[in-house]
């Protein structure tokens, strides 16, 4: 069973920064595509930033394009996805998940949450001066 912990979410100045991290364990497969969500009290959940399993094609939503960057780290058997987030904005605001595929999804992105069957438990941001 594949295992997702998130961390580095914080409390930080508008204007400041955060690189998030998605450690993935218990894989079954080499590579998996990664998509970063948030949800804001209130809000749907929404995508922010994903990964093919290449590693190489990513997207940004146009709320965090040139702020954020999503990068893919490979050791073995350890996966780790990070997310530097710079600029931060109060509306930034938000519980942060990671997800991740089965393991099957080759050099593609994954733009719905219903497409990842596996969640980390959410990092909180909060932007607030």
């Known amino acids: 069973q594949l295992q997702l912990v998130e961390s580095g979410g914080g409390l930080v100045q508008p204007g400041g920064s955060l690189r998030l991290s998605c450690v993935a364990s218990?894989?079954?497969?080499?590579?998996?595509?990664i998509g970063w969500f948030r949800q804001a009290p209130g809000k749907e959940r929404e995508v922010v930033s994903c990964?093919?399993?290449?590693?190489?094609?990513?997207?940004?939503s146009d709320s965090v394009e040139g702020r954020f960057t999503i990068s893919m780290s490979r050791t073995g058997t350890n996966n780790t996805v990070y997310m530097q987030m710079n600029s931060l904005k109060p509306e930034d605001t938000a519980v942060y998940y990671c997800?991740?595929?089965?393991?099957?999804?080759?050099?593609?992105?994954?733009?719905?949450?219903?497409?990842?069957?596996?969640w980390g438990q959410g990092t909180q941001v909060t932007v607030s001066s």
């Open positions: 218990g894989v079954t497969s080499d590579t998996y595509a």
């Open positions: 997800a991740a595929d089965d393991g099957t999804t080759l050099a593609a992105i994954l733009f719905y949450a219903d497409e990842y069957p596996y």
């Open positions: 990964i093919a399993n290449t590693g190489d094609i990513a997207y940004y």
